[in-house]
């Protein structure tokens, strides 16, 4: 079974407007950590976000937000008021594992194309 | 601060040659990982390092080899190259396993003919 599921292999978003991104995980740990990348056409793999498994909030950074529901198994990135920029591959990855074994699992991805 | 860097950028192979990956992070990390990507695969991990001197498999470890022994270099082998090997590869590392960000290199392109 797939660990990290992204159902959306591309979107196309106008500027300016608001975009989820889906991403849904399987797992049996009780502890793990998604976060997702960003990987624009320059090859690059860009940090974007992190939610623990035990964290109360939904993480947000700046334009980037995790909407975490743990019941569901989802973690979808929501991107506010997009721009030209953010036209890229987008990766959501989990972190499971016990200390010293701990692997990172990523998603097929999807691909990003804000429209002016 | 040149965070991780990978040498070379872009190979070419043939197959059955050997080469070496070298990656190199300045930031002190103890974990390190190579992954590889192919289209719409996503990254998998190959192998990872928790610490100078250690390795582990990973996901698809089956004809690499890994070696760390310095703590802010990552080696990735191939010793016999194949077609199946053409990919993009990125090194990370991360401060600790638990609850840290990875941080990623550049990616190495390489082309087995």
């Known amino acids: 079974a797939q660990k990290i599921t992204q159902t959306q292999p591309g979107m196309f978003v106008q500027e300016k407007e608001a975009v989820t991104l889906d991403c849904t995980y399987d797992?049996?740990?009780?502890?793990?950590?998604l976060f997702w990348y960003k990987q624009p056409s320059s090859g690059e793999m860009i940090f974007l976000i992190y939610?623990?498994?035990?964290?109360?909030q939904n993480a947000t950074e700046g334009r980037y937000s995790l909407n975490f529901q743990k019941a569901r198994k989802s973690a979808n990135l929501v991107i506010s008021a997009s721009q030209l920029g953010d036209s890229a591959m987008y990766f959501c990855?989990?972190?499971?594992?016990?200390?010293?074994?701990?692997?990172?699992?990523f998603g097929t991805g999807t691909r990003l194309t804000i429209i002016p | 601060n040149a965070g991780v860097t990978q040498t070379p950028k872009f190979r070419v192979l043939k197959t059955g040659q050997s080469m070496t990956l070298l990656c190199a992070q300045d930031?002190?990390?103890?974990?390190m990982y190579w992954y590889r990507q192919d289209p719409g695969m996503g990254l998998r991990l190959i192998h990872y390092?928790?610490?100078?001197?250690?390795?582990a498999k990973g996901e698809v470890p089956d004809g690499y080899n890994v070696s760390r022994l310095k703590k802010q270099n990552f080696l990735l082998g191939l010793e016999s190259a194949a077609p199946s090997q053409t990919s993009v590869y990125f090194c990370?590392?991360?401060?600790?396993?638990?609850?840290?960000?990875?941080?990623f290199g550049p990616g190495t392109r390489l082309l087995v003919l």
């Open positions: 990855a989990m972190r499971e594992g016990t200390f010293g074994n701990e692997k990172l699992t």
């Open positions: 939610q623990g498994s035990y964290d109360q």
């Open positions: 797992t049996s740990d009780p502890s793990y950590g």
């Open positions: 990370a590392s991360s401060y600790s396993g638990a609850q840290e960000t990875q941080y």
């Open positions: 930031m002190n990390h103890e974990y």
């Open positions: 390092s928790v610490g100078e001197g250690t390795t």
